[in-house]
T-cell receptor, first 110, second 116 residues
Framework: GIQVEQSPPDLILQEGANSTLRCNFS?????LQWFHQNPWGQLINLFY???GTKQNGRLSATTVATERYSLLYISSSQTTDSGVYFCAVVLQTGANNLFFGTGTRLTVIP | ETGVTQSPTHLIKTRGQQVTLRCSSQ?????VSWYQQALGQGPQFIFQYYREEENGRGNFPPRFSGLQFPNYSSELNVNALELDDSALYLC???????????????FGPGTRLLVL
């Protein structure tokens, strides 16, 4: 089956620092989404980005589908950015379900 | 706020019992997917319903079953509960077309199930 690996698994940042989270996937995909899961478990949509680059405020994401990876950039991090970040993909074949990565746990300290 | 709601928010059951979880999809969405998230792991796909028909299933036993109603809301039923069924259950809604290329999925807040 498909492998979706994220790195680093854990990240601790000082408030104001920048970071890059990586997602590697092993098969061709139709869809890639980035989520932030808050401490209460809510998965918050960050980006729908099967290819290309998108920006939303302090966050931006780039997916290079041909090389099977995606990057999430967080600039000027804030304590509210803490939580677990997941990337999730939909395969080009089969059902339209999301396969989630292993997650990156981000802790931003003041 | 995604417009996807789930009930109940928390639930405690004992081993062997049955449980029904509910999900209301975002307005205009025709597809509901259910996921199980064990502690410390990423969500795992259980099944998906598209226009009231099952449209894919993950590696879960038949005691996990579901239903989608004409208004596109959905239920997840789990029979003969086991301790390992303790998890956060998430539903996601999306608007899927016939091409089925996979549109953005929006998640509800989840139901935390504890099986004792």
């Amino acid at each position: 089956g498909i492998q979706v690996e994220q790195s680093p698994p854990d990240l601790i940042l000082q408030e104001g620092a920048n970071s890059t989270l990586r997602c590697n996937f092993s098969d061709s995909v139709n869809n890639l989404q980035w989520f932030h899961q808050n401490p209460w478990g809510q998965l918050i949509n960050l980006f729908y980005i099967p290819s290309g680059t998108k920006q939303n405020g302090r966050l931006s994401a780039t997916t290079v589908a041909t090389e099977r990876y995606s990057l999430l950039y967080i600039s000027s991090s804030q304590t509210t950015d803490s939580g677990v970040y997941f990337c999730a993909v939909v395969l080009q074949t089969g059902a339209n379900n999301l396969f989630f990565g292993t997650g990156t746990r981000l802790t931003v300290i003041p | 706020e995604t417009g996807v709601t789930q009930s109940p928010t928390h639930l405690i059951k004992t081993r062997g019992q049955q449980v029904t979880l509910r999900c209301s999809s975002q307005s205009g969405h025709n597809t509901v997917s259910w996921y199980q998230q064990a502690l410390g792991q990423g969500p795992q796909f259980i099944f998906q319903y598209y226009r009231e028909e099952e449209n894919g299933r993950g590696n879960f036993p038949p005691r996990f079953s579901g239903l989608q109603f004409p208004n596109y809301s959905s239920e997840l039923n789990v029979n003969a509960l086991e301790l390992d069924d303790s998890a956060l259950y998430l539903c996601a809604s999306s608007l899927e077309g016939l091409a089925g290329v996979g549109e953005t999925q929006y998640f509800g807040p989840g139901t935390r199930l504890l099986v004792l």
